[in-house]
């Protein structure tokens, strides 16, 4: 349990934020923020649900390299050699620093934590609100209409709108091209314009109904438009299968795949009223294993080209080979292509340069 103090600290930082000066007459505002924070907690999510502390080792597996995502961050790099930027994160000392509260999601970060890593590797995280407007704006492209999921309000707040989603059969967008319609995050932290659990700038809670992110106004959609457990599956799967985001500090990483296998129990317990089996989870944290990559955007690379192996004795003549071979390659990112299924290298998509 991450401590009564820390909690403390970062409410009142928030209830700052919020123009909230006499603290003493709001308490109750303080109570919510601290709720909200602890709904956000990684180590609640994870100890209190063995489906997904089942998972961790898959959501740290780098699928180009066939080893785990390195840190890619110097931010713990104080608590022992194991967590260099250039290591591979494992299973046990991940839960031990999110346990620790010393591993959190941003918003649970100190101000000097956050300015730290905003100068270092100009990390920024998006409001909710800005989130939505962007996705809208996208959406507006792909329906040819506006307000199709919320209208947005003059306070920075969303109205969601209820109704049905409708689609113009006529110029051949169905539904499940909608739901099959790439996109991706580049970038992506714990990727708040994929799914939207929580603001990621303010630690607000949001209800399933709310969220704006582009695979929860794809869920909606199947949601609306699947009649029972089989067709539903199918479709959540490829909508998991159709969203991208790729992201360099393996932190952030972590919790941007947490959140969407959080997000697939949340659908599926709200529709069914039940827990998601163990191949279900297993499906959906191989999914995003491969569609949430950890990358060097300037490079298309894993980042540092070669994660660093655990210690091991080599002769003379093999440190300087070994130096020669990690200079001459380059490990270019890989990616899965559902709908072909077959595996390319992320910079095919791209073009020439």
Known sequence: MIPQLFYTIISVYLLRKMSICDIKYNRKILKEVHVQLEEIN???????????????PRLLKDQTTGKNIVWATDTYQFYGNEYDKQKQMNEENCIKLIKEGIMLPRIMKTKEQQDERTKDKAEVFTPSWICNKMN???DEQWFNRKNVFNIENEDNTWT???KKVEFDNDSNKEWQKYVDSRR?????GEAPYIVSRYDATTGKKLAINDRIGI?????????????????WLKWVYRAYESVYGFEFQG????FARLNLVQTFIDYYNEKFSKEPTNKMIDKIANIISWNLWQMDGLKDTIPFEMPKDEFQ???????????????????YCKIKDWRANKVIEYRSMKGSR
């Open 42 to 56: 990684f180590f609640n999510i994870i100890n209190q649900n063995y489906n997904i502390k089942r998972i961790v």
């Open 136 to 138: 809208n704006y996208c």
């Open 160 to 162: 969601t709108i209820n």
């Open 184 to 188: 991706i995050e580049i970038t992506c």
């Open 215 to 231: 695979l929860d106004r794809k869920l909606r959609i199947v949601n609306e438009n699947t009649d029972n457990e089989e067709e």
């Open 251 to 254: 932190d952030n990483l972590l």
């Open 313 to 331: 004795q080599i002769s003379f003549y093999e440190f300087f080979s070994s130096i020669e071979k990690e200079e001459s390659k380059s490990v």
